[in-house]
C-alpha cells in the first residue's frame, strides 16, 4: 500500500508565501514523477507543477514566476513554494505521484488527501 501524506496549507494574505509538503511512503519501488494539482469551487482540478525523478519541472502558466516544485527523491517528498499569492491561488491543493510498486511490479498513480489554501482577497 501507498500513501501520500501533504502538509503546509493555510490561510494567508495576499502578496504573502506558503509551502506545501508531500511525503509518499508504502510499498514503493520508484517515483517517476510528482506533482501539485489544485481545484477551486465549482473548477476542474488542474495542474500546477510537476517534477520529473530526473529533476524536469512543469509549471501552469498562471503560476510561473511564482511557485517552485521541487523535491528530495532520498526522502520520496516533493515541495510547493508559494510566494505573491494570490486570491485566484485559493484552492484545494492535491498532491499526486506516478509509482511503481515493488510487490506487486505496477505502475499505480496515487492522490493525497488534498490541503486547503486560501488567499482572502
Known amino acids: 500500500q501507498v500513501q501520500l501524506v501533504e502538509s503546509g496549507g493555510g490561510l494567508v494574505q495576499a502578496g504573502g508565501s506558503l509551502r506545501l509538503s508531500c511525503a509518499a511512503s508504502g510499498n514503493i519501488f520508484s517515483i517517476s514523477t510528482m506533482g501539485w494539482y489544485r481545484q477551486a469551487p465549482g473548477k476542474q482540478r488542474e495542474l500546477v507543477a510537476d517534477?520529473?525523478?530526473?529533476?524536469?519541472?512543469n509549471y501552469a502558466d498562471s503560476v510561473k514566476g511564482r511557485f517552485t516544485i521541487s523535491a528530495d527523491n532520498a526522502k520520496n517528498t516533493v515541495y510547493l513554494q508559494m510566494n505573491s499569492l494570490k486570491p485566484e491561488d485559493t484552492a484545494v491543493y492535491y498532491c499526486n505521484a506516478r509509482i511503481v510498486t515493488r510487490e506487486p511490479a505496477t505502475i499505480i498513480t496515487k492522490w493525497g488527501q488534498g490541503t486547503q489554501v486560501t488567499v482572502p482577497s
Open positions: 517534477i520529473t525523478s530526473t529533476g524536469s519541472t
